[in-house]
């Protein structure tokens, strides 16, 4: 296949319009997109990290993200119980020791010793994840005591 730069553009425009909707996620739903930046918020307001590991050319990320996270419900419940962050697997900057098998993933991390404690691979329809984030919740509390 020869690459012309009508090709090229197409892709490019392609790959600025998934960065712009990721972006714009954030920014409606209040997550942070620094890992640098959410860690020093969760040290300081004593709350588990939540990541939501995405890349760009993911559906189920888009499917994950507008037919559970944006519920009001499951929003109010990150919001009170977890920093969220949304990175990039593939390009932003994050510990190593975090890096998930697969995406989406919600990774649920203890700020001081930034490790793991809870972890939801794939897409989960609403009722299933909501009572995932409660487990995550629960866990993440007793992983902070």
């Known amino acids: 296949m020869k690459v012309t730069p009508l090709f090229i553009s197409l892709f490019l425009l392609l790959s600025l319009s998934a960065w712009a909707a990721e972006d714009e996620f954030s920014t409606e739903f209040g997550y942070l997109s620094s890992y640098k930046e959410a860690h020093a918020k969760a040290l300081e307001t ?11 050319s993911c559906p189920w990320c888009q499917k994950l993200k507008h037919q559970v996270l944006k519920k009001e419900e499951v ?19 994050f510990p190593k020791s975090l890096m998930p ?24 329809p609403f009722d299933e994840a909501l009572g995932l984030l409660k487990q995550a919740k629960v866990k993440a509390k007793e992983e902070s005591l």
Do not use: R, S
């Open 75 to 93: 929003n109010a419940l990150i919001h009170n119980a977890f920093i969220p962050v949304m990175l990039d697997k593939e390009t932003e900057e």
């Open 101 to 124: 098998f697969a995406v989406p993933t919600l990774t649920f991390v203890e700020p001081k010793e930034e490790k793991k404690v809870f972890q939801i691979i794939g897409y989960k």
């Open 46 to 56: 004593k709350k588990p990290l939540m990541i939501l590991f995405v890349t760009t």
